[in-house]
């Protein structure tokens, strides 16, 4: 049911029935086209009956109760046109709802026009990289025909003034529905245990051997889809190998290394709209090659690739932040590239650790620049997701973890 607003104080509550598919379908179609589903009846039935014949009957069987505001009186003057017309009140209002629906078809997912690189990174370990990594690539890729809640608020701030409660508000919005590579860059291969799969054994081909040079086979052939509903085949995954353990010793001798995750990876962007590599706790050359890959293309919008630092609300977050931010700063300026910093994310946050988290917190947001565009509470559910090995998204979609990794997609996606 939609509630009232202040543009429409002069609205009255109408009260009939619709099938649950079709008020469905209308909640969804709403949200996608960014219109209130108050709105959208009324325009529906403003269409109805301006048509100079009856419509294809709807199934309406099973309707269940549905109830909107309409202005003042187009409800009894619709009432009167379903009886001029020979229809039942709830056959008028399917028809009128289809009809919006019929004439608002879905819109398509916006593609971007290079393909966005993000590089999830930070030189300390246990800062949940990965979760992040994965959380975010899941919450661009669920299904754009469906709707997921999403924590909404432009100032994350605010948790520093909670009590531990979240005091962000939440809204159902589509899914993203983009095409989405994870790439596991991590030896440790802790993206790909989790997400159900098995890092790719020694001696065959893996993403190491195609940025040394020397590849086996394609690279799509390593590639497996991550099997759940919610994704829609859009969600994918390279696997980790134990050979990146070697990764830094191989790419001395490579020509041109900053550039060869890059080359190896350059043959398969044009399948996804979304690349999110998740970086092992490391300031070698594997990192030079990611950050690399994350810089700003000719003709690139600033923001649509870059790097994303995930940090927690502790001291120790901040000296490796000093580290890695040191290390991009000097790439920028030895190699003169375009690098932008996507934000930083502040993970495994607990207002009720007290004075060290949330002071922590308050630092962090004070950066500015690069500006803190998440907050990810530090709860069960992302563990239990881990040891039942389950994307996040899809095992507790609805929990305060999942919402605010949706946030955290669309913060960087603006």
């Known amino acids: 049911m939609t509630s009232p607003t202040s543009k429409s104080a002069d609205r009255e509550k109408v009260v009939s029935k619709l099938p649950s598919w079709l008020r469905q379908e209308l909640k969804v179609r709403a949200a996608q086209h960014g219109v209130d589903i108050q709105d959208a009846v009324e325009s529906g039935i403003n269409s109805w009956r301006g048509l100079g014949s009856n419509l294809s009957p709807v199934d309406t069987s099973g309707a269940e ?31 009128s709802v289809q009809l919006w629906l019929d004439s608002h078809p879905a819109p398509s997912v916006k593609r971007p026009a290079t393909v966005r690189r993000i590089v999830v990174c930070n030189q300390k370990g246990g ?15 669920e299904n754009p025909s469906k709707l997921v809640p999403v924590r909404v608020s432009k100032h994350f701030a605010a ?18 529905g983009q095409r989405v590579l994870l790439v596991d860059f991590d030896p440790q291969g802790h993206l790909t245990k989790q997400l159900g799969h098995q890092p790719l054994p020694m001696d065959g081909d893996s993403l190491t051997s195609h940025m040394a040079g020397d590849g086996k086979g394609d690279l799509r052939e390593l590639i497996v889809s991550i099997e759940e509903e919610s994704f829609g085949g859009r969600l994918h995954l390279l696997p980790s ?27 398969i962007e044009s399948d996804y ?25 000719p003709d690139e919008i600033p923001g649509n690739s870059g790097v994303l630092i995930v940090v927690q609300a502790e001291d120790s977050s901040a000296d490796a932040y000093d580290l890695l931010t040191t290390q991009i700063e000097d790439m920028r300026g030895d190699l003169s590239l375009e690098l932008d910093y996507l934000g930083i994310v502040v993970n495994h946050y607990d207002a009720r650790r007290g004075f060290i988290a949330t002071s922590s917190l308050q630092s962090w947001v004070d950066i500015k620049d690069p500006r803190v565009v998440g907050v990810i509470g530090d709860l069960k559910e992302q563990k239990e997701a881990v040891r039942m090995k389950r994307p996040l998204l899809s095992y507790a979609p609805r929990c305060d973890q999942s919402v605010g990794m949706r946030a955290l997609a669309r913060e960087i996606s603006k």
């Open 65 to 95: 109760s549905f109830a909107t505001f309409l202005p003042a009186a187009q409800w009894t003057e619709f009432r009167g046109d379903c009886k001029d017309r020979g229809v039942s009140l709830i056959q008028g209002l399917a028809q």
């Open 127 to 141: 800062v949940g990289k990965t979760a992040i990594t994965a959380g975010t690539g899941e919450a661009l890729a």
């Open 159 to 176: 948790l520093l003034d909670s009590d531990g409660s979240d005091p962000l508000t939440l809204e159902d919005l589509p899914g993203l």
């Open 241 to 267: 190998c134990t050979d990146a353990f070697l990764l830094d010793v191989r790419l001395a001798s490579v020509r041109a290394r900053e550039a060869a995750l890059e080359r190896a990876l350059a043959p």
């Open 273 to 297: 709209d979304v690349i999110l590599i998740d970086c092992p706790p490391s300031l070698g050359l594997s990192m030079d090659a990611a950050v690399y890959y994350g810089r700003r293309r």
